[in-house]
């Protein structure tokens, strides 16, 4: 087996190995955790309870209708990149087309249905909050469109460049504006939107302008970057679904922003251990796709485990800390966050193997397999909220996602095994030879030092 996490014989060329590209972005990903952190803590401090709680569901609302509405046009646009070998160019395209396309849908519908979505799962919130948060929908579609792009074309220096501005210039932004502006929702999602307005479209000149754009795309690339986009879009959207789902059950099911608050500031913390495995799982998809089903295998299994190996690690140091760092950073009002946050942290283990094994489905083309694990997720999350949200608040809340990403990891664990003819322990075990790829890179960096 090799000694690097890099593709065998036959993967298209890079310019670096997929442990280099994997690392890159694991830094760029660990220089951001503190400073989203310190954005939250910014949040949490300068905003009322009910006020972070509004916020929250508005930019989960943006999140959530990207993954309804985006088609899965960025995995798409990857694929056509680099397993079809599409030009740049014709790729840049289609992806601002059908952006500029699915927005004014998007928005058109959201519109159409404005009370239902701002009285049953935004806690009535003031229509101001509504119309920023629908406005946040296509600026962020654009970017995660083109950062895609970015990462179809091996360019991972503006899609790490792309999350760190996006971090570092929000906390200065909201930094800004709640200083120097009365402390409320609106004026935090203000800012976000006004940040995230620039970033994206740097990103969008910097990803098109070295490739050039074509803006009359033929119909057939149109029509099959669509074609493998909808056989991804429905996994996509569940698996946004089962991510965010409990957050719009507890603000329709208990109708208390604060409540929504407590239960975002526990999720906030642990999606800082999500940036590992989704770090690690938008690296694997473009290399994976270039590779044959018997190589990409060995590969995910190799990346699977080293993805668990660091998803293990920083749960064991952050549970024992969160009693107290919790209520020290964001206040004492958030110390009932510290139980559901727990609770949670188990689940990012279990949602580490759907990440990294969705991303192999997915570069193989078996959306359906990936979609009927996803749906078999979701099922069992709504049905645990449903039951335990109206019971136990926001702890059945954490519950309820703890049981569903365990019971979808095991699915989709046992699928990939029987389909890759990997072994369980060749998916979970660290062994020797894995530590060896540590060793090395830290010998290199020692080396480097010392010449």
């Not at 997929?18 to 660990?30: M, P």
């Not at 993954?67 to 599409?86: D, E, H, K, V, Y």
């Not at 993805?307 to 293990?312: E, F, I, S």
């Not at 949602?351 to 969705?358: P, R, S």
Request: positive net charge; aromatic residues 10%.
């Amino acid at each position: 087996m090799a000694d690097t996490l890099e593709p065998g014989p036959g993967s298209p060329p890079a310019r670096r190995s997929l442990f280099s590209t994997a690392l890159s972005v694991l830094t760029t990903q660990a220089s951001i955790i503190p400073i989203a952190l310190a954005t939250q803590v910014l949040l949490a401090r300068f905003l009322s309870v009910e006020g972070r709680g509004q916020y929250a569901i508005a930019v989960e609302f943006a999140a959530l209708a990207i993954a309804a509405f985006q088609l899965g046009w960025p995995q798409a646009s990857i694929f056509r990149l680099r397993n079809a070998q599409t030009p740049a160019s014709i790729v840049n395209g289609a992806a601002l087309w059908m952006t500029l396309g699915v927005s004014a849908v998007a928005i058109g519908l959201c519109l159409a249905f404005k009370e239902p979505i701002r009285t049953r799962f935004m806690t009535d919130a003031p229509d101001e909050i509504f119309y920023l948060a629908l406005l946040l929908f296509p600026v962020q579609l654009f970017g995660v469109v083109f950062a895609a792009v970015a990462r179809g074309l091996d360019r991972f220096d503006l899609f790490n460049a792309y999350r760190f501005a996006m971090a570092a210039v929000v906390l200065l932004g909201l930094g800004v504006a709640l200083l120097l502006f009365e402390p409320t929702a609106s004026v935090a999602l203000q800012s976000f939107l006004g940040v995230s307005v620039l970033i994206s479209i740097a990103l969008g000149i910097a990803v098109m302008a070295p490739t050039g754009v074509t803006l009359r795309v033929p119909s057939r690339e149109f029509l099959q970057t669509l074609r493998f986009g909808a056989k991804s879009h429905l996994q996509i959207l569940l698996a946004n679904l089962h991510q965010r789902a409990d957050i719009f059950l507890l603000a329709w099911l208990v109708g208390d922003a604060a409540q929504v608050a407590i239960y975002t500031i526990a999720v906030s913390v642990v999606n800082r251990i999500r940036l590992v495995p989704s770090s690690i799982a938008v690296t694997l998809f473009p290399t994976a796709s270039g590779l044959g089903e018997s190589e990409a295998g060995a590969l995910t299994a190799r990346v699977l485990r080293h993805a668990n190996l660091w998803v293990g690690l920083s749960v064991v140091a952050i549970a024992p800390l969160s009693y107290f760092l919790v209520p020290v950073l964001f206040g004492t009002q958030y110390e009932a966050s510290v139980l559901p946050l727990l609770v949670l942290l188990p689940a990012t283990g279990f949602l580490t193997i759907q990440m990294v094994l969705g991303r192999y489905f997915l570069s193989q083309d078996r959306q359906w397999t990936n979609t009927a694990c996803y749906a078999f997720g979701v099922a069992v999350n709504l049905g645990a909220n449903f039951w335990l949200i109206p019971r136990y608040g926001v702890l059945g809340a954490a519950t309820a996602s703890l049981v569903s990403y365990c019971a979808q990891a095991c699915l989709i664990l046992g699928v990939f095994v029987f389909l890759s003819k990997q072994s369980l322990g060749e998916c979970l075990v660290v062994g020797r030879q894995d530590f060896e790829i540590y060793r090395r890179r830290l010998a290199r960096v020692r080396a480097r030092l010392r010449a």
